[in-house]
């Protein structure tokens, strides 16, 4: 009997810190089952501390994820779909990553860019959770995915 690999997912971010580790952490536990799921960054930073906060207060589990470089991904696995998260890894992803079979621009504010006290930047990661999972969930409901 022989296995069928599931698609793999990569979602691209500048940073690897928010937008595409919550995303990663969302479709993981919405899809994981359908899907093989990863993010990277273009030029990753250590995942902020507000991201690991507000998807914990949801309920999702960054266990295992950590930031990473997308050339972590050069040539080491099919990528079915790229997904960036970001207007820098939009314009970057066809150049990085020619063998991705679908290519999917998501642009999000970067809520580590939100000024103010911790409450104005906290309520700009949840904002930005919220905005992911709208979105995952709206892909998910595609014919096709």
């Given at each position: 009997m022989t296995s069928e690999r599931k698609p793999?997912?990569?979602?691209?971010?500048?940073?690897?810190?928010a937008r595409s580790q919550m995303?990663?952490?969302i479709l993981r536990r919405?899809?994981?089952?359908?899907?093989?799921?990863h993010s990277a960054g273009?030029?990753?930073?250590?995942?902020?501390?507000?991201t690991v906060r507000v998807l914990e207060e949801a309920g999702y589990d960054l266990g295992g994820q950590r930031s990473k470089s997308v050339?972590?991904?050069f040539g080491s696995m099919l990528i079915t779909h790229a997904?960036?998260?970001?207007?820098?890894?939009?314009?970057?992803?066809?150049?990085?990553l020619p063998g991705a079979l679908r290519l999917h621009a998501w642009p999000f504010p970067d809520p580590a860019?939100?000024?103010?006290?911790?409450?104005?930047?906290?309520e700009a990661f949840r904002a930005a959770r919220a905005a992911i999972e709208e979105r995952i969930d709206a892909w998910l409901r595609e014919d096709g995915v």
């Open positions: 793999t997912v990569l979602f691209l971010c500048t940073g690897n810190s995303a990663e952490a919405r899809a994981g089952d359908r899907f093989e799921v273009l030029a990753p930073v250590p995942i902020h501390p507000l050339r972590e991904y997904i960036s998260v970001c207007e820098a890894a939009a314009e970057e992803c066809p150049r990085l860019a939100a000024e103010g006290d911790e409450a104005a930047r906290l």
